[in-house]
């Protein structure tokens, strides 16, 4: 059995290196490996394998949320977060530098990527506290850092297709997405905050505090983005739609909203179509050759072989969760997200069973992981998005948010330690 993982990894890695796509990769070192090491009929296998994956009901959503995402990408939102929400933090330690983890949480809401939310906040916030006079370091590390909540608050590309291959409900995983989300963006607020008490030079002086009345005034800028949470979250968590209905009525919300701020263009909705098609696409190859592998896995008993392996080594839970996180963090320097969650879950998921905990709780903790695989040099996504948005070198971005992804990673293993941060609301939601 080591010497047929062994294979595997080496033909995996090998096709990767030649710049070979994930998804034929994933195709090829299954169908490789049914050929040479069983004797089942490769062409029956993979087409009952994609169809049953790529017609699974779950998977209906992925396309809408992606949609809906980018429609909200081509409306000018951006601008109206950064005014709405700028009368409310300018008397905290900080002031407007949490204006990029507070817009960041509530687009992530009705985004589901974390490269758009980045780029979408960041196209505004970068250029407007840069003029103001804020510290560089702390205006590009927050934002790198607050980024990455597009994948941990729902609605989440990433959970769906976690849900998917894992066979868990993706309500579930919105569910157990959202007190976490919210906890790891209350740290980078405090972070923020503790470091301009420290260092009151990162924060220029402010003429004029805003009055209520702009306070109050200042919240019709941010009705769009609350609507929109609140038609796609409260539908669901209300039992009346499901997130693919919710999905549907994200895109209808998401629509409406760019139509009365004029920003819902032929050229600008086709533009959202086309990247939502491509998008899909590389994604639904993806998750079709990722399941396909894993069945392929199954049929040569690898994912038993290494639960059964790791049990008698005799490690306890937390030192598979802290082995899991060193593995994600060297592979999300090389790897995109998506390709991590992919290549390892078949391995890794009954390797989790076996050790006790939720599959929920797993899927939130690879979120985590997959979060900080987007701040990584040298292939970190959020680092790319930030590199064009103002030209500065992704090693020196990288420099900057590294206080953002030690919480981070702190913050991962405060939820192994307490797992009821990501438990307590799915299982309120099912007891309701």
């Known amino acids: 059995m ?3 993982s062994i294979t595997l990894l080496v033909g995996l890695f090998s096709l990767l290196a030649v710049g070979i796509w994930i998804g034929i990769t994933l195709l090829l070192v299954g169908a490789g490996a049914l050929y040479f090491f069983r004797d089942t009929p490769v062409a029956g296998l993979l087409s009952i394998n994609v169809w049953n994956t790529l017609t699974s ?228 190859l993806i998750v079709a050759a990722a399941g396909f592998l894993s069945t392929v896995l199954g049929y040569l008993g690898i994912p038993q072989a290494v639960a059964s392996g790791v049990a008698e080594l005799g490690l306890a839970p937390y030192q598979i969760i802290i082995a899991l996180l060193a593995v994600y963090l060297v592979l999300g320097c090389f790897l ?18 076996a050790a006790g905990f939720d599959r929920v709780w797993y899927g939130i903790f690879l979120v985590l992981a997959i979060e900080m695989a987007q701040v990584t040099p040298p292939v970190g996504f959020n680092l790319f998005v930030i590199e064009d948005l103002t030209g500065e070198s992704i090693w020196r971005i990288a420099t900057y948010t590294l206080p953002f992804f030690m919480i981070m990673v702190a913050f991962t293993l405060l939820t192994a330690v307490f797992p009821q941060i990501v438990t307590f609301l799915p299982a309120l939601i099912a007891s309701q």
């Open 336 to 353: 995109d997200g998506v390709s991590m969650l992919v290549m390892t879950l078949p391995v890794t998921l009954p390797m989790i069973t």
């Open 57 to 284: 009901t779950d998977l209906v959503s992925l396309p809408l949320f992606i949609l809906m995402g980018e429609i909200l990408f081509r409306a000018d939102l951006s601008g109206s977060l950064l005014r709405g929400i700028a009368p409310w933090v300018e008397r905290l330690p900080g002031r407007l530098l949490h204006v990029n983890v507070l817009a960041c949480t509530m687009f992530a809401a009705v985004s589901g990527s974390s490269a758009a939310t980045t780029a979408t906040v960041g196209r505004i916030t970068v250029a407007e506290l840069d003029k103001l006079g804020y510290d560089r370091r702390l205006v590009l590390g927050s934002l790198a850092g607050a980024g990455t909540l597009g994948f941990l608050i729902p609605p989440s590309i990433i959970m769906i297709v976690y849900g998917v291959l894992a066979q868990v409900s993706i309500l579930d995983l919105f569910a157990a997405g959202i007190v976490p989300g919210l906890l790891l963006a209350l740290c980078y607020v405090v972070y923020l905050g503790a470091v301009a008490i420290v260092r009151p030079q990162v924060t220029p002086p402010l003429a004029r505090y805003s009055s209520w009345r702009e306070r109050i005034a200042a919240l019709r800028l941010i009705w769009p983005i609350l609507t929109l949470m609140l038609a796609v979250l409260g539908s669901m968590y209300a039992g009346v739609a499901s997130p693919t209905e919710a999905a549907a009525l994200g895109v209808l919300s998401a629509a409406a909203i760019c139509a009365s701020q004029r920003t819902l263009t032929w050229a600008n909705l086709r533009g959202a179509l086309m990247s939502t098609v491509r998008t899909t696409s590389m994604l639904g």
């Open 2 to 4: 080591a010497a047929v």
